[in-house]
């Protein structure tokens, strides 16, 4: 079982290369022209994906008080902690951007290219959030696998497909913020890597990595709410407003919130499944002890 929640485990994080590879090597210049509105793509992928952890958060919480109280904890813990560290400046992969694609920048007039420098997304909220969303995942599979080897296959499967357009919007706002495609691929990878830690973890030591599963997709779920409504939203709508493409970016949206919500709905029964499961444990459990105290009042 540990091999093959391992096995699986490094399967999702490749998601973070197919995704980029297979888009890069089909539209890579079209992509780089319109990160802009891949932005808001990502703004409607992210936007679900806070709404469904929170949700699977109330759900899973032992109360409503408690879920909402590490949602709240993950809002307001973003925005303090990048509120108090020092904010990094990219110079290096900015240039290695600029190099990488001289030839495209060079269509673009002076104008253009300053403001595509000015309005740059502060990444690191999403690669912390995603992270620690990682390690939800991981203990989420791990604890698949513990039930039944389809079940953990299942979810495998549910947590790569998911991955697939989550890190490829990632992607997209990690280049907008200036870092190289090979940087940006590699911070992808790691931050994917985490899943590793709640999986492994989870496998070893279950009983205390569940408690913190609730925890950890509640504060992501905080989080990514912050980076939707604080930096990718706000960053779509300057640029429409400067660029004058406020269909656009409203039609990209829609697009990556229409695909993430659809993933979502495809994918939402292996926890009814996993719910469904422990309901029969719990019966079978009553029925065995209903069944001894039949017997003992026989005797």
């Known amino acids: 079982m540990m091999l093959e929640i391992i096995f699986y485990s490094v399967l999702i994080m490749t998601a973070s290369l197919i995704g980029v590879f297979s888009i890069w090597r089909k539209a890579g210049k079209t992509v780089e022209r319109n990160l802009h509105f891949l932005i808001s793509f990502s703004a409607g992928v992210f936007l679900i994906i806070s709404y469904q952890l929170i949700i699977e958060v109330m759900h899973e919480g032992s109360n409503i008080s408690s879920s909402i109280?590490?949602?709240?904890?993950?809002?307001?813990?973003?925005?303090?902690?990048?509120?108090?560290?020092p904010e990094f400046h990219n110079h290096e992969e900015a240039h290695a951007h600029d190099h990488e694609h001289k030839d495209i920048l060079e269509e673009n007039t002076e104008n253009d290219h300053f403001k595509n420098h000015e309005n740059k997304i502060d990444s690191r909220k999403v690669i912390l959030?995603?992270?620690?969303?990682?390690?939800?995942?991981?203990?989420?599979?791990?604890?698949?696998?513990?039930?039944?080897?389809?079940?953990?296959i299942m979810t495998a499967i549910s947590i790569f497909i998911h991955e697939l357009i989550q890190e490829v919007s990632e992607f997209f706002i990690l280049r907008q913020s200036g870092f190289?495609?090979?940087?940006?691929?590699?911070?992808?990878?790691?931050?994917?890597?985490?899943?590793?830690?709640?999986?492994?973890?989870?496998?070893?030591?279950?009983g205390y990595f569940e408690i913190l599963e609730v925890p950890?997709?509640?504060?992501?779920?905080?989080?990514?709410l912050v980076v939707v409504l604080q930096d990718l939203i706000?960053?779509?709508?300057?640029?429409?407003?400067?660029n004058k493409h406020h269909f656009k970016?409203?039609?990209?949206?829609?697009?990556?919130?229409?695909?993430?919500?659809?993933?979502?709905?495809?994918f939402s029964h292996e926890h009814d499944y996993d719910d469904d499961h422990h309901d029969e444990e719990y019966l079978d459990d009553n029925h065995s002890e209903d069944h001894h105290e039949d017997e003992i009042v026989k005797i």
């Open 234 to 242: 706000p960053h779509s709508v300057k640029n429409s407003i400067s």
């Open 180 to 206: 190289s495609t090979k940087k940006a691929l590699k911070i992808n990878f790691l931050a994917s890597s985490t899943i590793l830690i709640g999986s492994i973890g989870g496998f070893l030591l279950l």
């Open 69 to 85: 109280f590490w949602v709240l904890l993950g809002m307001v813990g973003i925005w303090f902690l990048f509120k108090i560290i």
């Open 129 to 152: 959030t995603d992270a620690m969303h990682n390690i939800g995942d991981g203990i989420l599979l791990a604890a698949a696998f513990t039930i039944s080897s389809p079940f953990g």
């Open 249 to 266: 970016h409203i039609f990209w949206f829609i697009i990556g919130a229409t695909l993430m919500f659809t993933v979502n709905s495809q």
């Open 216 to 224: 950890l997709l509640g504060i992501a779920g905080g989080a990514f």
